[in-house]
């Protein structure tokens, strides 16, 4: 057998051949400069990296790095410098829905809009798992995107359901079984249009249903009763009868009963949650899904301009004395300036003490406010 020989003894090559005529063959060269430079950065920076931040499982826990970073922290972060540009970017509309009454801002197309925008998450969060994404209500709970009230759909109705909470009462009907299937074939039966049985009729009207639902099966608001003439259920199910009989004989948050309904709503207002500008939106939000009751405009009369304090337009010292001595002219013009609001305006002007024109813009406003509804704002001088 004759020996193998490379063809290409100086070229450095390994000897291994791909082709018959040993053209194609395998090189024995070093990696390039720039090659190597990079994979020895790349062991340094994964030596690096581990020191510097959480890596290496230790002991159960992991190892928490150099920099003591945390994803949650991270996100903490980004969270708060979220939270302080919409606060500072939107503190104007804040102040002002904190400032009006829910009826001024559904009647304030852009305070209506930024209450709307601004909730959408909110109602996420907390009312959404009860009431579904769009107040359609889920499976059990009431809808809210529709003028079917249980408490009422008046934006202080809405307003106090959320403050407040509500909880549903019902007691157990006492009648027999068959009774019972009676009197919810013929609630089905009116809500569905129809007239229903005088069998029905007779049990509705004398085993004290029309105590709260009315005798003509409209409910009543005020109780939370339900109306029972539209086919619009509370406790809405596959199979209606069911759900309407489970209702007449074991009732609605009855404690001594494990087969009664539950209808509980939590009292957002005696919870911190969400404050007080939150619930405000959420009244709107609801109000605005379709169903509440349409705010009507109220004209306000003009005000007073004698009584209309004069705003300064800005902290400056020289605006704030501007507005103070306006507001304390018209104290004098109306006989009903204080003696030392004009001592305190004389003293700020000539030590140029902005704290001072403050409270002495103060109490020449505080005296056009009491002289608008007394008609005197105390000791004239």
């Known amino acids: 057998m004759s020996e193998h020989k ?13 082709d018959d005529d040993q053209d194609v063959r395998e090189l024995n060269n070093r990696p390039p400069r720039w090659y190597m430079v990079a994979m020895y950065i790349s062991a340094i920076s ?7 931040f959480p890596a290496i499982p230790w002991f159960g826990d992991n190892t928490k790095g150099m920099a003591n970073w945390s994803s949650i922290d991270e996100l903490n972060e980004s969270v708060a410098e979220l939270e302080k540009y919409r606060q500072e970017k939107f503190a104007d509309k804040e102040k002002a829905i904190s400032e009006s009454s829910l009826e001024e801002i559904v009647l304030n197309d852009d305070l209506r809009e ?11 969060e907390n009312c959404a798992a009860c009431h579904g ?28 359901s959320i403050i407040n909470g509500r909880q549903g009462n019902m007691p157990k009907m006492p009648m027999t079984a068959d009774e019972a299937n009676t009197l919810a074939d013929y609630i089905l039966a009116v809500g569905s249009g129809a007239a229903g049985s005088d069998a029905g009729k007779a049990l509705y009207m004398t085993k004290g249903c029309i105590g709260c639902h009315s005798p003509t099966m ?18 809405k199910a596959d199979d209606q009868k069911a759900s309407v009989l489970r209702t007449i004989t074991h009732g609605i948050n009855q404690a001594h009963d494990p087969q009664s309904q539950s209808a509980v709503m939590p009292a957002f207002g005696a ?11 959420l009244a709107v939000y609801v109000h605005q899904l379709g169903g509440g009751v349409k705010v009507k405009a109220v004209t306000k009369a003009s ?27 018209k104290n004098l013009d109306q006989g009903m300036a204080w003696r030392d609001t004009g001592k305190m305006i004389k003293k700020a002007k000539k030590d140029k003490d902005v ?7 103060t109490q020449a406003v505080n005296a056009l406010r009491q002289a608008s509804v007394a008609g005197t704002a105390g000791p004239t001088f």
């Open 271 to 281: 919870s911190n949650v969400i404050d007080t500008v939150q619930i405000k939106k």
């Open 355 to 361: 704290v001072l024109a403050e409270k002495a813009n």
């Open 114 to 124: 930024y209450a709307v925008k601004t909730t959408k998450v909110l109602f996420g």
């Open 218 to 235: 409209a409910g009543n608001q005020a109780l939370g009763a339900v109306n029972l003439s539209d086919g619009i259920y509370r406790f």
């Open 303 to 329: 005000a007073d301009p004698r009584y209309t304090p004069v705003v300064a337009k800005s902290d400056s010292f020289a605006d704030v004395i501007a507005a103070a001595e306006a507001n304390y002219k």
């Open 6 to 18: 490379n063809p290409y003894p100086g070229e450095n090559n390994t000897g291994h051949f791909w």
């Open 46 to 52: 994964v030596v690096v990296y581990a020191l510097y």
């Open 133 to 160: 994404a769009g107040g359609q209500g889920n499976d059990g709970f009431p809808v809210l995107a529709d003028d079917d009230w249980l408490f009422g759909g008046t934006l202080s109705a809405i307003s106090a």
